[in-house]
């Protein structure tokens, strides 16, 4: 006689896995070397015990105990996916139900279905590898741009200072023509650098919002407002409808001004000169929503799917305004995110605009 016992693990700490665990007691004679079954080594009559070796490489833990009253106790883990959604109670009651009311399978059913299951791994598994592909294309143009977008202030400021070594006495206007130039290339640099920085801490989880009431009228304006020199040099037009009434939301108001000027930086980079930018807030259901739509070189259908992703930049990006490395939407998609919000990007295709849309949740009075 015996028993098996399953159970699941979810820690709240969202670093560690989540995990199935089994433990299967028997009431036999027990194990009397526990640690030469665990190493596989021969018994006393020749035969070396395979299933636990291969039981080994099969699961993420394993542990054996027999205790000297005897029986043994087997207890093996094996971890969910780190991509796979966290479950919850509901989640894991509403699961155990469905498995108790299937219905037994025939062998010939069973064998069906784990060979539908095979197939479908290995669809996965030749999608995973497309995907992998293609982020490391994404990766080394990654690589190009970057060295592209350092070289080119870089080269600026080294032709300044090399400016005002050979003409010491130059006069002050010119003096600070070179000044200024060096300092927007500065600026520029540090802010590619601050935005790589932001990312990799995001993707580690090593972010921490400081949330506080935040009034999204105002924090909308001020965002625009952060806009202003990259709206100004290219003759942008912009209309900012503001809600009849004050919106409050519970939210970091830094890295929130962060989202909103990301996706009006972007909607003035794939604009053409004069052109015009909506940003409508409204109030639907219990959240509120940011839209921001501008009459630029759109995006086609193929991009939208991965808009979001990391290092992906519009076709057109250099030829339109220069700068940037395609990792601003994903920052913005990820500190939404962290505001258990929602962004979504649409277009009607190339040359025909695109609109960008965060929500929100609204704060509980």
């Known amino acids: 006689g015996g028993t098996a016992a399953f159970s699941f693990k979810g820690p709240r700490d969202h670093s560690l896995p989540q995990s199935v665990v089994a433990v299967i007691?028997?009431?036999?004679?027990?194990?009397?070397?526990?640690a030469a079954v665990?190493?596989?080594?021969?018994?006393d009559n020749g035969r070396i015990p395979l299933g636990i070796t291969g039981a080994k490489r099969m699961v993420d833990v394993l542990t054996i105990h027999s205790p000297a009253t005897g029986g043994t106790v087997v207890t093996l883990e094996m971890y969910l996916p780190r991509t796979a959604p966290r479950l919850t109670p509901a989640d894991l009651n509403l699961r155990t139900q469905e498995l108790i009311g299937r219905k037994p399978k025939t062998p010939l059913q069973e064998l069906e279905k784990q060979n539908?299951?095979?197939?479908?791994?290995?669809?996965?598994?030749r999608d995973n590898q497309i995907e992998l592909k293609h982020a490391d294309e994404r990766k080394n143009q990654f690589l190009a741009m970057l060295a592209h977008e350092l070289r080119n202030p870089?080269?600026?400021?080294?032709?300044?200072?090399?400016?005002?070594?050979?003409?010491?006495a130059l006069s002050p206007e010119k003096s600070a023509r070179c000044h200024d130039s060096m300092t927007r290339q500065a600026q520029q640099m540090s802010k590619l650098i601050e935005d790589m920085i932001d990312v990799s801490r995001i993707s580690q989880g090593?972010?921490?919002?400081?949330?506080?009431?935040?009034?999204m009228n105002a924090l909308v304006t001020a965002a625009v407002e952060m806009c202003s020199a990259a709206l100004k040099e290219r003759n942008h037009t912009v209309l900012l409808h503001r809600h009849d009434s004050d919106i409050w939301i519970t939210a970091d108001e830094t890295r929130l001004k962060q989202v909103i000027s990301n996706i009006v930086h972007n909607a003035a980079r794939y604009s053409s000169k004069d052109g015009h930018i909506n940003i409508h807030i409204t109030t639907p259901g219990s959240a509120v929503e940011i839209a921001v739509a501008d009459d630029g070189i759109g995006i086609s259908h193929d991009m939208l799917r991965q808009i979001f992703e990391m290092f992906v930049q519009g076709e057109s990006a250099s030829v339109h305004s220069p700068g940037?490395?395609?990792?601003?939407?994903t920052l913005v998609k990820r500190i939404v995110e962290m505001h258990r919000g929602t962004v979504t990007a649409s277009s009607d295709g190339i040359g025909k605009g695109s609109q960008f849309v965060v929500s929100l949740p609204l704060a509980v009075v």
């Open 154 to 168: 870089l080269g600026t400021m080294s032709m300044n200072l090399e400016i005002l070594r050979l003409y010491p």
């Open 25 to 34: 007691t028997d009431m036999g004679p027990g194990i009397a070397d526990v």
């Open 38 to 43: 665990w190493e596989g080594h021969a018994h």
């Open 116 to 125: 539908s299951e095979m197939l479908a791994t290995l669809q996965e598994l």
């Open 324 to 329: 940037g490395l395609g990792i601003g939407l």
């Open 206 to 215: 090593k972010v921490e919002l400081r949330r506080s009431p935040v009034e």
